[in-house]
């Protein structure tokens, strides 16, 4: 079965940085685009950035637009998030996902706080 699982959140002090991954199994990996969202206290889950399967374009939403760059290593079926210069309004949970045959998967969050 789909599997994604993040890692890599943690305690960070404003300005700092952060770099999230997400390994993922129980499918063709390097075949799918994948995302990172995130989701603050009390907020709708917004998207933060995309990496497409193949030619690896990436799409960053405004909400961190040039303060993150993600990645992936299709050898390792994993996607990474890093995070600089942050502060405490990217405190929230951060997801990665994907859609197969139109279907959602999503992790189970990575918990990012900032505050000093």
């Known amino acids: 079965q789909v599997q994604l699982v993040e890692s890599g959140g943690g305690l960070v002090q404003p300005g700092g940085s952060l770099r999230l991954s997400c390994v993922a199994s129980g499918f063709t990996f390097r075949d799918y685009t994948m995302n990172w969202f995130r989701q603050a206290p009390g907020k709708d889950r917004e998207l933060v950035a995309t990496?497409?399967?193949?030619?690896?374009?990436?799409n960053y939403a405004d909400v961190m637009k040039g303060r993150v760059t993600i990645s992936r290593d299709d050898a390792k079926n994993t996607v990474y998030l890093q995070m600089n210069n942050l502060n405490p309004e990217d405190t929230a949970v951060y997801y990665c996902?994907?859609?197969?045959?139109?279907?959602?998967?999503w992790g189970q969050g990575t918990q990012v706080t900032v505050a000093s």
């Open positions: 990496i497409t399967a193949f030619l690896a374009r990436t």
């Open positions: 996902s994907t859609t197969i045959s139109r279907r959602p998967y």
